[in-house]
């Protein structure tokens, strides 16, 4: 398993930006497929964007299209997330995913789903105020 670690979470107001990122070690994190997914107090974790381990697809949530982008650079280890036009909404813990046999996979039906990911970040606060 790869080990994952989030940063880049924060306080912002509706409308602005930021951006996360998402450390890796351990495993070859270039085999790996990743996702992005986030809980709010309350209510189940649920899926926001995944990228597959070569990068050539991305997937996402309706919730987000448009004004979220995930990317990785596979050099660095690192998988982002690029949230934009943020909403009061979106206030969520947000969690890193690796999933070993993604490259297998394709599709929101896999991606979207935390069951098939093997490997799990601690979380990162994003916090949107109206």
């Known amino acids: 398993q790869v080990q994952l670690v989030e940063s880049g979470g924060g306080l912002v107001q509706a409308g602005g930006s930021l951006r996360l990122s998402c450390a890796a070690s351990?495993?070859?994190?270039?085999?790996?497929?990743m996702g992005w997914f986030r809980q709010a107090p309350g209510k189940e974790r649920e899926f926001v964007a995944a990228?597959?381990?070569?990068?050539?697809?991305?997937y996402s949530a309706d919730s987000v299209k448009g004004r979220f982008t995930i990317s990785r650079d596979n050099a660095k280890n690192t998988v982002y997330l690029q949230m934009n036009s943020l909403k009061p909404e979106d206030t969520a813990v947000y969690y890193c995913?690796?999933?070993?046999?993604?490259?297998?996979?394709?599709?929101?039906?896999?991606?979207?789903?935390?069951?098939?990911?093997?490997?799990w970040g601690q979380g990162t606060q994003v916090t949107v105020s109206s």
């Open positions: 995913a690796g999933w070993w046999r993604g490259r297998y996979y394709s599709g929101t039906n896999y991606y979207g789903d935390p069951d098939e990911y093997d490997s």
């Open positions: 351990g495993r070859s994190f270039s085999s790996y497929a």
């Open positions: 990228i597959s381990w070569s990068g050539g697809s991305t």
